[in-house]
């Protein structure tokens, strides 16, 4: 049977062990780092692979410079933790896994984070679609507009700046939309709320570049990748209008979460026949199958998980 655990301040504990306490600088003021690092099962195979693990890594160890964390580990020790806490929990299925820095000092009126302790702990847990959607989804561009390097930097997963997000999408979900689209604080088409975004038109793939306040998105290198040596198609990182995505033949998003996600309509309008569109659906396709180890080519991206 599997085993709901987690690696906290240095071992693995029942789920139910790990915890803080009420005065933990990271839950007052957001001084946390995570990733969203996905386990995905095969079937066919019996096996767990988990999806560009030491690519989440390497980001948040930057996200942890940026916030003045000094984490004990290094790449290759986090990579071996999370491969000793999936085999300990014996899932066979697919999974998120959360990996967490945080401020860990109790202190509540301490706004120098140089000043405080810093720790780090891991979890993982069953999870299927993010996005409950068939086909295409319906989003709207967002009224809140995405925060900008100069006030909190978007580039890393700083716990604090998901607020920003959390507000786009439930806007978005009390709308009745599956997904937002943010705008920067001078209109252009920064990403949705927890997804890069690219724009297909005239069988050209463009996306908004990091300078335009999102994410440095792993799956979106991957989807750049997978257009270039897949469908030989460059992707050109420029800024994007609003109204270009009402006119595009294609949209889709993309995130650990996510995957590759067709976007049909936003505010209301169909974007091309409203459908999944076949640029979209060639780079899904190869995607969905070598997360799972399916291809042999994009296999170094997949880190093999021994199950008993």
Request: charged share 25%; glycine share 8%; with cysteine.
């Amino acid at each position: 049977m599997p085993k709901s655990l987690a690696f906290f301040r240095g071992k693995i504990v029942p789920v139910e062990d790990a915890q803080v306490g009420v005065m933990t600088h990271a839950l007052h003021y957001g001084t946390a780092v995570f990733e969203g690092i996905r386990g995905n099962w095969n079937e066919d195979q019996r096996k767990l692979y988990v999806f560009r693990m030491r690519e989440h890594y390497e980001r948040l160890l930057q996200g942890c410079r940026m916030m003045l964390m000094d984490i004990p580990y290094t790449v290759e020790q986090l990579c071996d933790i999370t491969v000793e806490l999936l085999q300990s929990c014996g899932y066979r299925e697919d999974l998120y896994i959360r990996p967490l820095a945080y401020k860990s000092h109790e202190l509540v009126a301490n706004l120098k984070l140089h000043e405080l302790d810093s720790d780090f702990t891991l979890m993982a847990v069953p999870f299927g679609n993010y996005i409950d959607a068939d086909g295409a989804i319906h989003c709207t561009t967002s009224s809140w507009r995405r925060i900008d390097d100069t006030i909190i930097p978007p580039r890393v997963k700083i716990s604090g700046h998901y607020v920003n997000s959390i507000l786009a999408k439930t806007e978005a979900a009390l709308a009745g939309f599956d997904e937002a689209i943010m705008l920067t604080p001078n209109g252009d088409v920064s990403e949705g709320s927890g997804e890069n975004l690219f724009l297909v038109t005239g069988g050209q793939i463009f996306t908004p570049p990091v300078s335009d306040n999102n994410l440095t998105g792993i799956t979106r290198d991957s989807a750049i990748t997978l257009a270039r040596e897949e469908l030989g198609i460059e992707v050109v990182e420029r800024s994007i209008r609003r109204s270009e995505l009402y006119l595009a033949d294609e949209v889709f998003l993309t995130g650990t979460a996510a995957h590759v996600t067709p976007v049909g309509s936003l505010d209301r309008r169909p974007i091309g026949s409203g459908e999944v569109g076949a640029i979209t659906q060639k780079i899904s396709d190869v995607y969905v199958d070598l997360i799972r180890g399916g291809n042999p080519k994009y296999r170094d991206w997949c880190t093999e998980i021994p199950m008993e």
